[in-house]
């Protein structure tokens, strides 16, 4: 696809915008625009104009359900040209065939070797092995390594790591064990160019490794319709540790919805989601993408020629 850096920004709802790819694109990755829950046509031709001019390949990331609501999003999505279009979180692969046909490469996320046959049978043409360690919404199945060695025995195409790679070790360790690259998530989330907001940010930067929970709690509490299969690893807060476990009651609460729909609105991370993997910890400031790109490349390439040059 004409990356210089086999990494890859995961389309994160809400702060995968177009100024973050343009910035990935720009550090020799490929930069990824995410429509997640709140994903729509006016959203996406929002952000394309960030990566207008920018030399080097484009990727969007779409949800299932999202899509399925609102088709037109994905003609939007194609008439971009991106080098690919990444659709998870839902059973359906008819979309395979159209983007293939219009010369994009088709992704999607995959958290076992079942989904992996499933998804080449249909055409896809790259495998994202997300862990459970990664955050924001995904199947709670297996850590990183042992999932992406289960993929890679079955996988004729190329294979993306996902989920908790922060550090240089992290990412050396997937590339050591077969992936092509990696698909970095919370590591980027809190970097200048994101759209994450100042108070999610913060929470972000305040956060250890141990502060993640894995929830249905917020998709529950603002009704969106995301399968059962997929909660979401996101800063543990007040609302989180009220209504884990408790869905069902939640469903029936009414003044629960509304306290979670104010604290959104609020901007307030002590209510609302903050989406977080379990490699939250290594972030301490918020900096440009392009240095977390360059850290991470010249880290792990330096980690693993050491670990030859000793054999």
Request: some cysteine.
């Amino acid at each position: 696809m004409g990356v210089r850096i086999p990494l890859v920004n995961a389309p994160m709802g809400g702060v995968a915008g177009g100024r973050l790819a343009a910035a990935v694109i720009a550090a020799g990755g490929l930069g990824m625009i995410g429509m997640g829950s709140a994903g729509s046509v006016a959203a996406l031709e929002r952000e394309l104009p960030h990566v207008r001019g920018i030399a080097g390949p484009l990727g969007i990331g779409l949800v299932d359900w999202v899509v399925a609501a609102q088709p037109e999003l994905m003609n939007v999505a194609i008439a971009a040209q991106p080098a690919l279009i990444s659709v998870s979180f839902g059973a359906d692969l008819d979309w395979v065939a159209r983007v293939t046909a219009a010369g994009i490469v088709p992704t999607t996320q995959v958290y076992n070797a079942q989904d992996a046959r499933r998804a080449q049978d249909a055409g896809v043409g790259l495998l994202v092995a997300r862990g459970m360690e990664g955050g924001g919404h995904g199947a709670v199945t297996k850590p990183l390594l042992p999932l992406l060695d289960e993929v890679l025995d079955v996988a004729s195409v190329p294979v993306l790591a996902a989920g908790g790679i922060g550090a240089p070790s992290d990412l050396a360790a997937a590339l050591l064990a077969g992936a092509s690259g990696a698909w970095l998530g919370t590591c980027l989330a809190a970097c200048s160019e994101s759209l994450l907001s100042e108070a999610g940010r913060q929470a972000l930067l305040a956060a250890r490794g141990e502060d993640t929970v894995v929830t249905r709690a917020f998709d529950v509490g603002m009704e969106l319709p995301w399968p059962a299969r997929f909660p979401a690893r996101v800063l543990r807060n007040g609302f989180a540790e009220r209504w884990t476990g408790r869905e069902a009651r939640l469903a029936a609460d009414p003044a629960a919805k509304e306290t979670l729909a104010a604290g959104i609105a609020a901007d307030d991370p002590a209510v609302a989601p903050v989406d977080a993997g379990q490699g939250v910890g290594i972030i301490t400031v918020v900096e440009p993408a392009a240095r977390v790109i360059e850290r991470l490349w010249s880290g792990a390439t330096a980690h693993i020629t050491s670990g030859f040059a000793e054999e």
